[in-house]
């Protein structure tokens, strides 16, 4: 942990923010849970954001306070040369490598 | 509680959002031109958005005692148009010139091409020349870290821009530490699916500090929700910091740097 303390106990941590992060961890549950039932489920387990989902997914259980930039840089773009072109690229939010085209 | 909200897109606002800023404080507020979800035809689409940004909106928030000032400039996103975009360039410093101008924004890179850098470079160098304060937009999501570094490598390249008359936007955690470290301002956008949300913006305040921070809603015509700062005021309320905190990060640092155009005045 690089920076500064939160202004809270870890006790008022848990009462402020355990409900609505379990909720969301339900969510993420039933967001691979539905990909799990997609009809197509075993040719997309290696899509490139699938792929950085669990990656980022096993930063989480990382000590250290530091998960959120971990999982930021996980997703990102670490070349440094411009592309050539924009045209028709949307940011997808996670980098698909050298040949992915983004 | 005083709010400026330093970055939203009022022109894709209704009036009924300009009357819940009122009822909540926000009583100044700072819009970039950007890009209007399609690509313009033609230079006079842009004639017609910097006369929206410099007198139809201030007009359209004095009804309820909101300042209103602006940022001119090229967006990222049309600049793969090159002869278009250079067009619009040629056409900025007569908008610069209006009385609720505070500078050239937002400008920057969106997904970090060729073409996105030199459109970046020639408002960089307007900058310079005459003097303005520059609002950066930085790309969305995993082209953000690489965008952020060049970015920042063209401004550092350019000795007649100093840092502390530039704010970064749409910084997160990954890119936070290296603004702060060069000199500049950086903004934390709060964008409900997209960006930050007020916890984490509030864990940034007390991470890094609260000097040189803006939080701001960054409300335009996507999801986004112009009351998204008086909501993270909140959230710092809700970890029992003092109400100093919550003025200083939401009034007195944006205007301290938005003051450092002459054009911004508070009553
Ligand atoms: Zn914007």
Redesign the pocket.
Known sequence: MTGKSCSLTSQEILDTYFLENRARLLEIASFLDRLDRAADAGEVRGEYRRRAFEKALALLLEPGGERTKAIQLLFSDPSSEPIESALGLKATGAWGGENAGN | MRVIDP?M?LVSRTTDDYLALAYGGIHTVAE?A?WPGFDRASAASFHDYFHQLTVTEPARAARFKIRHYCWIGMNAKEAEHLELAREVIAMLPQYLDRPNALGIG?VGLNKNSRNEIAIFEEQVELAARRNELLLI?TPHLEDKLKGTRIIMDILKNEPRVTPERVLI?HAEEHTIGEIKDNGFWYGL?LYPDSKGSPARAIDAVEIFGPDRICINS?A?WSVSDPIATLKCANEMRRRGHPEALAERVFFENPRDFLGQSPKFVLP
Do not use: G, L, Q, R
């Open positions: 970055h897109h970039p950007f937002e937009h936007d956008t960054s335009d």
